[in-house]
């Protein structure tokens, strides 16, 4: 039991993203999911001051975690700051993705990710728990990075570097590698022709 007590935040937030992912693919109406996102989180920081506040040294099973996650004061401050962060994103977000036509469900369900691999990063006592945490967290983020698709002044990996507003030099990008790729093309193929002409 003291094991559930000590991974609460880490459980909390992840068990409400998915929670949160069900009820974006079954509910019929759209948007709407920034306060649930935001209440998750802020449940998760309540959850994780109160594990501090109640002593984490009075927690007796936690050194089983020890190899792989290290549950103290630290780790839990930063859950409940990375908690709030979250919180206020979302609240954030949910007045900013509607206003510009980008509210999707399933950027709330990539922010909550997003922080649960930060707080797995913030509590990693093991190599192998670092890097899940830095990829589940960089995952999110890159995925968040990119969610105004569809429009040219934003980034892109086909125009390389991130162009805001700058459309001809997003037009030339497109141009240069339209012939570059034509030019390769035509020198894959000389020898070939060379060989059947002569």
Same mark, same amino acid.
Request: aromatic share 8%; with cysteine.
């Given at each position: ?23 974006? +693919? ?6 709407? /999911?920034? %306060? &649930?996102?935001? $209440?998750?989180?802020?449940? !998760?920081? =309540? ?74 990063? +913030? ?6 728990? /670092?890097? %899940? &945490?830095?990829? $589940?967290?960089?995952?999110? !983020?890159? =995925? ?55």
């Amino acid at each position: 039991m003291d094991i559930v007590l000590a991974l609460a935040p880490l459980l909390v937030v992840g068990g409400g993203a998915l929670l949160l992912m069900l009820a974006e +693919a079954l509910s019929r109406r759209r948007g709407g /999911l920034a %306060l &649930g996102a935001a $209440t998750i989180l802020f449940s !998760a920081a =309540a959850v994780a001051a109160s594990v501090w506040l109640a002593g984490i040294e009075n927690l007796t099973d936690t050194d089983r975690l020890a190899p792989w996650l290290l549950v103290d004061r630290f780790s839990l401050f930063f859950d409940v700051i990375l908690c709030l962060g979250g919180a206020l994103a979302a609240l954030l977000a949910g007045g900013y993705l509607p206003e510009h036509q980008l509210d999707r469900g399933e950027f709330y369900a990539l922010l909550l990710f997003t922080t649960l691999g930060a707080m797995t990063l +913030a509590s990693a006592g093991d190599a192998l728990t /670092l890097f %899940l &945490g830095l990829e $589940t967290m960089s995952i999110g !983020a890159y =995925a968040m990075t990119a969610f105004r698709r569809g429009r040219l002044s934003e980034c892109s990996s086909r125009t390389g570097p991130c162009v805001k507003g700058n459309h001809r030099l997003v037009r030339e990008d497109r141009r240069y590698r339209r012939h570059a790729d034509r030019n390769h093309q035509e020198a894959r193929l000389r020898p070939w022709l060379r060989l059947h002409r002569g």
